[in-house]
T-cell receptor
């Protein structure tokens, strides 16, 4: 079974600085999707970025980018130029491509990010 | 991307009663999922709802306690039955985009059982 591990329960960053959130996963599959979701205090889960395992290029969405190391099974999220609105719980998630759309998301335990003004 | 709404956004209920949470998507989705989340913790999948068939429940969750309906491709309900204070939690629904593997989520329902 696949597992997702986030080893940083809490992180803090100064506004305008850069922070990296760690995520590792375990799988025997060769193709899969990885996601970072953001959950602010409003509770709304928001997709931040998606990485397809067969793509070697790291995904980027504006100030958010990932460092995807497939051999090491590592999927870290880098937030550049941090803003107060980035303060939230961040979840790393894994989803298999085998078995179709019925496959569930497997979530990590989350990292609570605080942004200091 | 699609938008999901949930009703109610929050509720306070007495033990022994039942609450039905509604989840409405503004476009058709293949699968819908129901999660439970304790404050400050990760999401736990309750069940996967497919239109026209019974929901598939995860270990530790049973249909008698959490009956789910999925009458069409844009709507689902989750009922929390015979509630106890241990059922106090946030309940979220999500849907799949038909062409992708990402899920998008509703805003959640905060349930408090007294």
């Amino acid at each position: 079974a696949q597992t997702v591990t986030q080893s940083q329960p809490e992180m803090s960053v100064q506004e305008a600085e850069t922070v990296t959130l760690s995520c590792t996963y375990d799988t025997s599959e060769s193709d899969y999707y990885l996601f970072w979701y953001k959950q602010p205090p409003s509770r709304q889960m928001i997709l931040v970025i998606r990485q397809e395992a067969y793509k070697q290029q790291n995904a980027t969405e504006n100030r958010f980018s990932v460092n995807f190391q497939k051999a090491a099974k590592s999927f870290s999220l880098k937030i550049s130029d941090s803003q107060l609105g980035d303060a939230a719980m961040y979840f790393c998630a894994y989803r298999s491509v085998y078995g179709g759309a019925t496959n569930k998301l497997i979530f990590g335990t989350g990292t609570l990010l605080a942004v200091q003004p | 991307s699609a938008v999901i709404s949930q009703k109610p956004s929050r509720d306070i209920c007495q033990r022994g009663t039942s609450l039905t949470i509604q989840c409405q998507v503004d476009s058709q989705v293949t699968m819908m999922f129901w999660y439970r989340q304790q404050p400050g913790q990760s999401l736990t999948l309750i069940a996967t709802a497919n239109q026209g068939s019974e929901a598939t429940y995860e270990s530790g969750f049973v249909i008698d306690k959490f009956p789910i309906s999925r009458p069409n491709l844009t709507f689902s309900t989750l009922t929390v039955s015979n509630m106890s204070p241990e059922d106090s939690s946030i309940y979220l629904c999500s849907g799949d985009r038909p062409e992708g593997y990402e899920q998008f989520f509703g805003p959640g329902t905060r349930l408090t059982v007294l």
